[in-house]
């Protein structure tokens, strides 16, 4: 094996499909070797992006055993911060205007009956 | 479920969930079990151990959720902290790799490729998966997160806690690793 091959050899796995450029290059492209050594990686490559097609399926306790936990309710599990909802904030406004309005009345009821 | 959709999406269902939805959760947990699972089981090669990172995982996303600004997809923050978990856990899991992984993974559905090309490209397949898993944890870990998933050296030197010149190293040893392990036939001379 030549010098070039070694080189070629140790620096294949970081490569990324980029072949290597000037000499070494000029190399590869003369080499059978090292041209099937940067095709392997180029296969290795592509048979781990397909692993990310691949989904194993979770057992079936998991989301049960995850609901348990969220809805335990238990110390260490702690729910998200309630976000104020906006027909809670307007059920609360139309409260307190109906109570604001309802003191208004008694306060005129009270100077109207006392001006009588 | 509304009609003419298959489920609600994940941000409807985020939102809901912010807001304290557990139900809503629950259906998060239920899209995105397997995904996560898969992740979990890649980096541990342990299913119980994976199971137990899933599990943690969802736990600790529910607790983060207010803190989740929707900046990346839910499944890629779920991603990270799968990562975190399994990291985190690496000594325990050492302790506890068992059962092989490569017999039950669910292949790809061969598409356009001849019948032979699929029977070697499945036996790959296989091979691979048999190889990764025995690569060291630290290993597997930076290739399954660059090749397999695609993350950048930035991003999993940051998650793992390591410098970016770790990852590479990590990365390069483990595909000279796995290359070996699959194509030993032409091991050549040196």
């Given at each position: 094996m030549k010098a070039a091959c070694l080189v070629v050899r140790s620096l294949a796995p970081s490569t990324e499909g980029v072949p290597p450029s000037?000499?070494?290059?000029d190399h590869v492209s003369r080499c059978l070797r090292c041209q099937a050594e940067l095709a392997r990686y180029s296969r290795l490559r592509r048979h781990l992006g397909a692993l990310a097609d691949e989904v194993e399926p979770a057992p079936p306790p998991l989301a049960t055993d995850v609901d348990r936990e969220v809805g335990s309710g238990s110390d260490d599990?702690?729910?998200?911060?309630?976000v104020p909802q906006v027909g809670r904030v307007a059920a609360t406004g139309g409260a307190v205007a109906a109570?604001?309005?309802?003191?208004?009345?008694?306060?005129?009821?009270?100077?109207?009956?006392?001006?009588? | 479920m509304t009609q003419g959709r298959v489920r609600p999406n994940d941000?409807?269902?985020l939102i809901r969930a912010r807001a304290g939805d557990r139900a809503a959760f629950s259906d998060l947990v239920r899209i995105h079990q397997d995904e996560v699972y898969t992740l979990a089981l890649r980096m541990t090669a342990d299913r119980e151990l994976a199971a137990d990172v899933s599990q943690e995982a969802f736990v600790r996303a529910w607790r983060a959720l207010p803190k989740f600004r929707g900046d990346a997809r839910f499944s890629t923050w779920m991603h990270r902290i799968v990562v975190n978990v399994a990291w985190t856990q690496r000594r325990k899991q050492a302790k506890h790799r068992t059962d092989p992984i490569d017999e039950s993974f669910v292949e790809p559905a061969a598409e356009s490729i001849s019948p032979e090309r699929a029977a070697e490209s499945a036996a790959v397949q296989g091979r691979l998966r048999a190889a990764l898993q025995a690569l060291a944890l630290p290993v597997r870990t930076v290739v399954v997160l660059k090749d397999v998933y695609g993350w950048s050296?930035?991003?999993?030197?940051?998650?793992l806690n390591i410098t970016v010149s770790a990852a590479k190293v990590r990365l390069h040893r483990g595909r000279q690793q796995?290359?070996?392990?699959?194509?030993?036939e032409v091991e050549v001379e040196a």
């Open positions: 000037g000499m070494l290059g599990t702690t729910p998200p911060r309630r109570a604001a309005a309802g003191a208004a009345a008694v306060i005129v009821w009270r100077h109207s009956k006392a001006a009588v | 941000g409807e269902l050296h930035g991003e999993i030197a940051e998650h796995l290359r070996t392990q699959l194509w030993p």
